[in-house]
């Protein structure tokens, strides 16, 4: 499959995949800071995500600590003249025991909680950087020393992604995906495609696909992802 596509890059465009890859890369970075950011911690974990598939490595995680650790703030306000103390929790999620008719099934599902306890901090991570980011470039005085930030902070995640993205599995990286989607309201192909144009998101959809992943992925928490979703809500609240 990967040969075909290949091929039928070169037919299309008369030019060499690698260097049509080259020249894609090359107009990606050359973008404005916050496309840059966003869309290339976005291909750097989808894409990466998709060359993952043949990673067996074990990775271990422990399903019996939470993967966020549930916080409590403590406060108080004034009533009648009076302080009264307060504490805010985090939510906690009650949900049906699961009933599995299969001891595959029950396995699958333990696959699923352990690549949400996996992926899911690399999503918010990656949405965290970019909010982060953001309000820094508003402070910086002109494009040279956005640029020169920008330039930085890739470097940045590149360092620190690249190990990390390794170790993924390919059931990981697709989930990946599905995440950052849920993180930003966005999918891969729709951010790429607002800011690059249909054609280069089309491009880096076809180069996904050949991998068997799609930026174009969205995420259905009452639908087909609702089990996901119900994992990563109580992930989130550190129930699991």
Not at 103 to 126: G, H, S
Not at 171 to 194: H, T
């Amino acid at each position: 499959m990967n040969r075909e596509f290949f091929q039928k890059v070169k037919v299309l465009t008369g030019i060499e995949p690698k260097e049509l890859i080259k020249r894609q890369w090359d107009v990606l970075f050359g973008g404005g800071t916050i496309l840059r950011l966003w869309v290339s911690l976005s291909l750097f974990l989808v894409t990466t995500g998709c060359f993952a598939q043949n990673n067996q490595k074990r990775q271990d995680i422990d399903f019996d600590s939470p993967t966020f650790v549930p916080t409590v703030k403590v406060g108080k306000v004034l009533e009648n003249g009076d302080s009264i103390q307060y504490m805010e929790m985090n939510n906690v999620y009650v949900y049906p025991p699961i009933s599995f008719s299969s001891k595959k099934q029950q396995q699958a599902y333990n696959r699923l909680v352990k690549n949400v306890k996996i992926v899911l901090p690399i999503a918010k991570e990656a949405r965290a950087i970019m909010m982060e980011t953001a309000e820094f470039l508003e402070t910086l005085p002109d494009q040279k020393s956005r640029d020169a930030h920008m330039k930085l902070v890739e470097r940045s995640i590149m360092k620190e992604y690249k190990p990390r993205m390794k170790k993924l599995t390919y059931s990981q990286g697709k989930l990946l995906i599905k995440l950052i989607y849920r993180e930003s309201n966005s999918s891969g192909y729709e951010l790429i495609q607002a800011f690059l144009g249909p054609v280069r998101a089309g491009f880096y959809q076809a180069f996904a696909w050949a991998f068997g992943a799609s930026l174009k992925k969205k995420y259905d928490p009452e639908g087909i992802d609702r089990l996901t979703e119900r994992v990563v809500l109580m992930v989130e609240a550190g129930q699991i």
